[in-house]
């Protein structure tokens, strides 16, 4: 399993970056911010692909919420071999969860060579 870099600040132009949004795609904090200045997400578009980067929504509730947006991605990640997504600590900054709560969501990327996940993700996933 590959890890994403601690902090991101540019993209090869194969390279996705995967943040936490909200279902109304206002990216105004944290990763999110970063995705609308930096890495093309689209102000309103709270879920999926957009520029070189893919919306996860982790604001709407509880973890059962995000689940699907997560294997969402997951297989759209399967679908586009040829691009490598870099996972950042989703629905950890603003939303209030922790990594413990978050990871799980994430046991399927385990074997998918095109997704790097944060180190704190890995590190739960590997206990």
Not at 24 to 33: D, F, K, N, S, T
Not at 36 to 47: D, I, K
Not at 90 to 114: Q, S, V, Y
Request: net charge negative.
């Amino acid at each position: 399993m590959k890890i994403s870099p601690d902090h991101i600040v540019s993209l090869q132009p194969d390279e996705i970056f995967v943040f936490g949004s909200n279902l109304a795609g206002m990216h105004a904090g944290g990763a999110a911010r970063l995705a609308l200045t930096q890495f093309g997400a689209v102000w309103g578009q709270g879920v999926g692909i957009q520029g070189q980067s893919y919306a996860i929504p982790t604001m709407q509730g509880g973890i059962e919420t995000i689940k699907p947006y997560v294997d969402e991605f997951i297989e759209f990640a399967r679908l586009n071999p040829q691009l490598n997504f870099l996972v950042t600590e989703i629905g950890c900054g603003i939303a209030g969860f922790t990594p413990e709560e978050i990871a799980p969501l994430f046991d399927a990327a385990k074997t998918r060579e095109n997704i790097a996940l944060p180190r704190r993700f890995r590190e739960v996933l590997d206990r």
